[in-house]
Each structure stands twice: as structure tokens, then as C-alpha cells.
């Protein structure tokens, strides 16, 4: 007990405090910006963390990064231009809300289930957390393979097009994950003898030229459409309790996998959202209303990605493992403060890591408020003209894909995939799968290949170990389910013409 | 850049340090007079990263001008150490350039070597470990060799990508033992801490990264290090054996970073640079930071950091080339 007392009084520090409230507003602002990822807000921080007492740097990081992963929703939902990969999966549904004439519902969603997924994540991480972190460390690549695999298979799922158009996409974005020398054999694939491809094509460039970029240009081709209704927004929060009564199943299934995709090394908020949409639609029993403005995919795909936030800093805080990119850079700002991780860490320092978990759940408090005025901002763009938006997001993605390397070539690729993704979307064909591609592909392959590698060649341990046949059987399942349903219903009608 | 415009810029460069030079005294003297930016090949957020953040900190305070930090990254750090090699000789491009500059001319990505620098000083290097799991049958070094020897192939190893300078100690390591590479076969990883945790869910057998970056799992009783691969041993980790006390093999490599200037920089301003980084390498500050993220420092002046340099440019070499990773020419 009287280490629970120690850890509020060092919360409760004003230096602690303060770092809170102001990388909560930094966190907001950057997911908010097309192209600044969650990832980036908390790389920008570290520098600024090398001042700060050891909590207050901690806070700064966790704060920091569970608002950007929310306000990354508002632009998603406002232009459909998603601020961070993690919305990429349910832009187009929160934004056909908003043209619905429900901006305020959509907004309120993704912030108020948000909200409660970070702090059910934080609850996993907290109670659960010596046994979640033993079950992740019997993953092996075998394990990971199956699971990337998984997530490929939600591109047909997610599109609302035709499934094979679909595939079609998800196929070129593996071909670009193929792009460069950071693959297993580390030899230089198609890159032309360019350096600036030999690091391959970066997710982040890719996604907002095909988003944001992509939504420029077709702004521009078509005629603007009637501004929506000029009127103040009703309540943020209004309704979010009824329709939390209203799906507990769906917010019940996306705070779990959520948790459970962040406890898995490597695997992070944006496959959790891509999953969790998945799931929704796949178990709905209105899969038709799916990207038409339906609450239910975003109420589950929102609650996940936040809560698979929280649960990714299991693996980190007990073996030095990240979760994801922004824990792996969470992790050397721990080792600088001396919070060194491992499991001396819950006995040693008890004390700092209930302060860890006081400060997660306060972070995903204040986002209530905070975010609030943050969406009454950001409606402003509601009103504004189309032809004063459109060229501030095209020098903001511009700048703010520059930043991420301070490299001309990432400026170039963001254009680049700005035509393909206009393309793409004109003949039907969803960008969100290619995205997935880009973000899976290079994940699939590694784990494929060292799998092999292990196994002098043998395919045999994908299906012998005990969790990797699970996982084989899911996905397998899976694949083979719409042609078992499809024999099934073709058996009865066949009898029908025998007779 | 054209190949036309690069040497123009080198003769560009050339003509300026050659003109600093005549009037030497006055610049050293005077200088920095404006903001010197510190290129760092890598992404934000990593090792390296933090180790020139907190040089480019410290140097700031020295100079009494701002030291900008800028991450150029991409091309498998290939365009960060072209950006300081092609900067202008002036002493206002500096970079802080790690272990990669000497593997990847060998593998043909890039035309830039250690020689293309004005080499400042070297800063940190961190030596490999050999880890095994907790539960490996393997409780010494010599025991492992030993498994390695009766049945080579069958123990794979991790700790980075294809190629990489962990996949590399490995190599030199085994040839050192009269082995060839395929004694052990390398499984390629994202960096040390996946293959941790690989070693840990029992999917490899051997992970050689550095001894720091397998510290969370050694703490928390998954992991053993039988050796590492260096001269002495790692104050912080007093009872890891080195190779040569555990198989009698005298074997030694490390990753390491330090600031480089573009090639053909004015002495003076390359001395007055090397006075400052010694200071900094020999501050509190400096050690503590290196200390808490488990980084090894290490001091060689300019002239001391070029024949370090070389020396692993060569090794490198032969191992690259025993590894079947370097370019047939």
C-alpha cells in the first residue's frame, strides 16, 4: 500500500503533471496532421525526454502517444484522410457518417471507445500482464506467420468492392513491400540501382499519398458537394452511452484483440484496427450497412487500436521486447532513465511502475476533454471552402512526409502513390487493401522465409507446433469456408434437377 | 547527386580547404560562427540516434553555437553516410557514421568507404555476445563449439538481418575456429531484440548481438551469454568469460559509431573538432548517458579512428567474402 501512496505522489508531481497536459496537446495536434504517425509524435519527443525526471518522461511518451492515436481519427473522419495508419481501416466509414450528416456521432465514437479501450488495455496490462507476456514468448516466426497471413485475409473481407478486385490490390502492395534490401537475403530487389529505394518504400509516404493525395486530386475533379448543413455541433458524448449498451459484444471483442494483437511483439495498433474492423463485419448480423455509416466496425476497430496501445508495453516493460514501433522507442528512453526492463522492475520498482499504470489511466481520462475541444477545432475545416482545405493538406503532407527522414525521395513517393491511389479509387479497386499489402507483406515474407530456414526447408512445424496449428486451422478455415458454403448450397439444387 | 555536380563539389570543397588552410589559425580560432548540423544515418528514436543527441547536447554547450541533429535515413542507412561524405569540407557538415560504412561497399550498395571521411573520433563500440536460452543443454562456451563441431548445421543462429554486422561477428567467429560459415546457418531477424525473444520461444539456439541488448532477458533468467567476442570483458557484466579465456580463440569485433566530417576538412578545424569530442568522450554526462543505455565507450582521435577503420574494413572483407556476401567483381 504504501508504495501505491509513493507512486500517486510521484504522479502527482507538477513536473509530472504539466508533462502530461502538454504532450497530450503535442500528441493531439501531430496524430491530427496526415502523414505525422503516433510513431513519429513519440520519436520527436525523445530529445525533449533527456531533460525530464524519469516519470515525467514516461508520461510524456504515454500520453503523447495514446491521444495521437485518437485525434488520427479526426481528419479520417472529417476529410477522409486518415492522421495515422491506425485509422486507415475505418476511414471511409467514419467519413460516410460524417456525410450522413453525423460527424458529431462519429467523432464521439472514436473518442469515447477510444477512450475506454485504452483503459481496458491498461487493466489487462495491469492484472494480466506476468501472464499475457509468458504467452506471447511462445511465439515463434511460425507463430507470426500464420498470424500476418490472418491479417492479409481481412483486405477481402474490409473492401466493400469486389473481393477480387481486392485481392488484385492487396497483390500489388506485397509487390511494393518486395521493393528493397531490408528482406531476408538481404539482397537488393527492384531497385533499379536507385539508393533511395534500397530502403524500400515506406508505409507512412504510402499511405497518405494514397489517402490524402489521392483524395486531393479527386476533390479536384469533381464538383464540390453540397456543404453540409451549416449549423453548430450537438453533443460530443451524446448517445455514446446508449450505443455502448446498445454493442457490448462489439466493444467487448475489440478491447480483447486489441490486447491481445499489442501483447504480440511486433504486431501493433494498426493490425489490431484492421482485425477488429474485420471481425465486426464478418460476425454482424447488418454486414450489408458496413461503409455506409454504421457505427458497429468503428465502434470495435476504435476500442482496439487503443487498447492493443496500453497492452503493447507488456512484453516491453518485462523482457526489453517492443510490442510495436513506438514501445521499441519508449523502450531506450526507459534504459536512459534507468527503469531498466525486466522483471526486477515490478519488484524493485514497484512503486514507479504503479505510477506507469496511474499515468495510463489518467492519459486516457483527460482525452475525454481534451479531445472534445479538439474536435471543436478541427470542425472548422467543416465549414472552410473546399479550394482553401485541399492546398494546406497537400504542403502538409508534403512537410510532413519530409520530416519523417528529411529525405526528398519519401516527398516524391507520397506523389507517386497520390496517381496510383486516384487511380486505383476511380476504377474500383479499395486502397485500403493495397495498404494492407504494403503493411503485411514484408511481415508475411520474413516470417515465411526464417521459418524455413529453421526447418532446413520442412513445412511440417507450421501445423506440429500446438498454438501455430491453432492459427493454421483459423486461417485455413477461413479460406476455405465461402467455397464449403458455396458446395453446400449447390448440393440441394442439383438433387432438385436429379429428380 | 550526378557523378558531374559531385566533383564539382569536390573541387569545390578541395579549392575552400585548401584556401582555409593558408589562413588556418584565424578560422580555427574563430571557429564555429554559425550552426553546425550533425547528420545521423538512422531514424530517430534508436542508438544511434540518442548517441549523437546527446554529443550534439554536449558540443553545443562547447561550441557555444547550436548543434542540429538532422536524421537522414533510407537506403539501409546508405543516404544518411553519402549526405556526410558529400557534405562541403567546411567543418559545418559533420556525421556521426557507424560500422556499416566498412560493410557496404563490399556488398556493392555504395561506392562510399571509410576513406571517403575526414575521420574525427571514435565514440562508442559495443562487442557481441554469444547467448543461449535459459534452457540450451549448452552451460559453457566450449561445450557449444564443441555441439557445433560434432553436428555442424544443425544449432542456427540470430541477431540481425542478412548480412548484418551481428550475422558477420558470427562468421569471423567460426572461422576463427577453423569452421566455415554454414556450420551454423543465420536465420535473418529485425534486429536483436525479435531474436531474443525467438531464442526464448526455442526457435533458435545461438543469438550473438551485443551483451547490453540481451540484458532484459538475461535478467529475467531466459537467456545465458557464455562469451563475448572481445579483448577484456565488459565491466557491467563481469562474469561473461571473452572468447579467448573460454576456447583459447583470439577473436575480437564490435559494432561502433563515431563523428566524421567530409573528406579533405582543414586540420585545424579537424583538431579543434577532435580536442571537443575527447572532452565530451571524457565528460560525465557522456558515460553516465552511455552507461544507463549499456553502451560501451570507447576513444581514438582522428588519426587512431582511420587505422581502426581500416583494420575492420579488412576484416569485414574476409568475412563478407568467406560468408558469400560480398559482390564478385
Known sequence: MSTFIEAWQMVLAPDVLIAILLSAI????????????????????????FYLSPIAAIATIITASAMAIFSGDIPGCLLRIPGTPASAAYTDEAYAMTRKGQPELALGICLWFSALGGVFGTLSLIIMAPLLAEFALSFSTFEYFWLAFLGLMCATVVARSSPVKAIAAMLLGLLIACVGIENPAGTPRFTFGSTDLLGGIEVIPALVGCFAVAEVMRAMSVPEPPQLERRKFGSILAG?????????????????????????????????????????????????????????????AGASNNASLASGWVPSLLFGIPGDTITAIAIGVLYMKGLNPGPTLFTEKASSMYALYIIFMLGNIIMIPLGIIMIRLATFILRAKRYMIMPVIVLLCAVGSFATGNNLFLVITVAAFGVVGYLMEKNGFPVAALVLGIVMGSMVEQHFITSLIKSD???LPFFARPVSAVLAAITIGLMVWPLAVWLYKKRPQGRAAAI | MTE??????????AGLGLASQLASPAIAQTFPVRPITLVVPWGAGGGTDATARIVGSIMEREFGQPVNVVNRTGGSGVVGHSAIATGAADGYTIGMITVEITMMHWQGLTQLKHDSYTPLALMNEDPPGVQVSAS??????????DAIRANPGRLKASGTGQGGIWHLALVGWLGAMGLPP??????????AAPAMQDLAAGGIDIV??????????????????????????????????????AIGVDYSV??????????????????????????????????DFMAARGFGVKWADGAGFAKFMAEGDAAMGVAMKAAGLARQA
Open chain 1, 457 to 459: 526447408g520442412s513445412l
Open chain 2, 254 to 287: 564490435g559494432a561502433w559509431r563515431g563523428i566524421a566530417a567530409p573528406k579533405n576538412l582543414p586540420a585545424p578545424i579537424a583538431e579543434r573538432f577532435t580536442t571537443v569530442l575527447k572532452k565530451i568522450n571524457e565528460s560525465k554526462e557522456f558515460t
Open chain 1, 26 to 49: 503535442y500528441g493531439l495536434v501531430v496524430g491530427s496532421l496526415p502523414g505525422l504517425s503516433a510513431t513519429m509524435a513519440t520519436a520527436l519527443l525523445v530529445p525533449v525526454t
Open chain 2, 182 to 191: 554454414s556450420a551454423v546457418p543465420w536465420v535473418p531477424s529485425n534486429g
Open chain 2, 4 to 13: 558531374l555536380s559531385r566533383r564539382h563539389l569536390m573541387a569545390g570543397a
Open chain 2, 136 to 145: 540450451s543443454p549448452y552451460t559453457d562456451l566450449k561445450s557449444l563449439a
Open chain 1, 240 to 300: 455514446q452511452w446508449k450505443l455502448t449498451k446498445e454493442y457490448p459484444k462489439q466493444q467487448a471483442r475489440g478491447n480483447i484483440v486489441g490486447i491481445i494483437i499489442g501483447v504480440l511483439p511486433g504486431a501493433g495498433a494498426d493490425m489490431a484496427a484492421w482485425v477488429s474492423y474485420a471481425m465486426a463485419k464478418r460476425f454482424s448480423k447488418t454486414p450489408e450497412k458496413f461503409g455506409t455509416g454504421h457505427p458497429e466496425g468503428l465502434i470495435e
Open chain 2, 208 to 245: 550473438t548481438c551485443s551483451v547490453p541488448e540481451a540484458k532484459a532477458m538475461l535478467d529475467a533468467g531466459r537467456a545465458r551469454s557464455l562469451a563475448i567476442m572481445a579483448s577484456a570483458r565488459n565491466p557491467q557484466f563481469p562474469n561473461v568469460p571473452t572468447l579467448k579465456e
